[in-house]
C-alpha cells in the first residue's frame, strides 16, 4: 500500500480550474483502480494533498438548498463572487482569500475504507492544529466540521468539511478559515445551520493576521501522524 503523499501547494486559483484538475487526479487514480481489477495489473495508486486559496465563491453541495444562498446572481457579482452547484455531500460553503483549502484525492485501499473515520481524522487534524494554537475545538454532535465553544450560545464554526468518495478515491475536502472576511459568511446560511456563527483563526486570536504557511505545515505534521503517511512536496504543474 502506497502511503506517500504528493503535496501541491497551488497558491490563489480559481474554483473551478482548482475543481478540473481535482477531477483529473482523481479520473487517473480511478482509472488504475479498474485497471488493476480487469488485468490484475498491480499498479500502485497515488495519493494527493492539495492546497489551494480560492477568490470568493459559494459552492452547494448536493444534499443543499439553494435558498441558503440568501444573495442573487447580480448581488454575487457585485461581491466579486461566484457560485458553483458541485458534487460533494454537505450544504453550501465559502471559500475566498484568507482561507486554507484542503483537497486530499486519496485511494483509502491505501489507508482503510472507512469514509466516517477519514472525516473524523480530517477534523482530528485541524483540532490538533488549533490546539497549538491555544483553542479547544472540537467536533458538534451530527454537524461534521469544527467548532468552538459547543454547546453553548456562543458555539461557532473554525472550519467546513464536505467531501465525495467513489471506488474508495476521495476529493474535496476542509475549509479552515484563518485571515477570512467573516462578511461573506452573512450572504448565506453556513453549511444550513441557521443558530451557529463563524469565526477565524486570526478572530480568536485577537491578531490582523496569522502566517498561514505555518498553520499549512502544523496541518500537515498532524495529517502524517493520523494517516501514518509520507507528505513529498511536488512541483506545481497546474
Known amino acids: 500500500m502506497n502511503k506517500n503523499i504528493n503535496l501541491q501547494d497551488l497558491g490563489l486559483k480559481d474554483y473551478k480550474e482548482t475543481w478540473d484538475y481535482q477531477e483529473l487526479l482523481f479520473k487517473q487514480t480511478v482509472d488504475i483502480k479498474i485497471k488493476n481489477r480487469r488485468e490484475e495489473a498491480g499498479l500502485e495508486t497515488p495519493n494527493h494533498f492539495l492546497f489551494v486559496e480560492h477568490p470568493h465563491v459559494f459552492t452547494l453541495g448536493k444534499s443543499g438548498e439553494l435558498s441558503n444562498l440568501l444573495v442573487d446572481e447580480k448581488q454575487l457579482a ?116 441557521k443558530d451557529k456563527a463563524v469565526t477565524s483563526l486570526n478572530v480568536e486570536l485577537g491578531k490582523v493576521e496569522v502566517n498561514m504557511d505555518e498553520v499549512k505545515q502544523k496541518l500537515l505534521s498532524h495529517f502524517e501522524t493520523l494517516f501514518k503517511a509520507t507528505v513529498i512536496n511536488v512541483k506545481t504543474s497546474v
Not at 484542503?102 to 490546539?131: Q, S
Not at 479547544?136 to 450560545?153: F, H, I, M, N, Y
Request: aromatic share 12%; with cysteine; proline share 3%.
Open 78 to 193: 457585485a461581491k466579486g463572487a461566484k457560485f458553483y452547484k458541485i458534487n460533494r455531500g454537505g450544504d453550501i460553503t465559502y471559500h475566498g482569500p484568507g482561507q486554507i483549502v484542503g483537497y486530499p484525492i486519496l485511494d483509502l485501499d491505501n489507508f482503510f475504507t472507512d469514509i466516517h473515520k477519514y472525516l473524523r481524522l480530517l477534523e482530528e487534524m485541524v483540532i490538533l492544529t488549533l490546539g497549538e494554537y491555544g483553542l479547544k475545538a472540537e467536533r458538534s454532535e451530527g454537524q461534521t466540521g469544527v467548532w468552538l465553544d459547543v454547546g453553548t450560545p456562543f458555539a461557532r464554526k473554525i472550519c467546513a468539511l464536505g467531501v465525495r468518495a467513489s471506488r474508495w478515491v476521495t476529493m474535496h475536502g476542509f475549509a479552515l478559515n484563518i485571515n477570512s472576511d467573516l462578511g461573506y459568511f452573512d450572504l448565506m446560511v453556513p453549511c444550513g445551520i
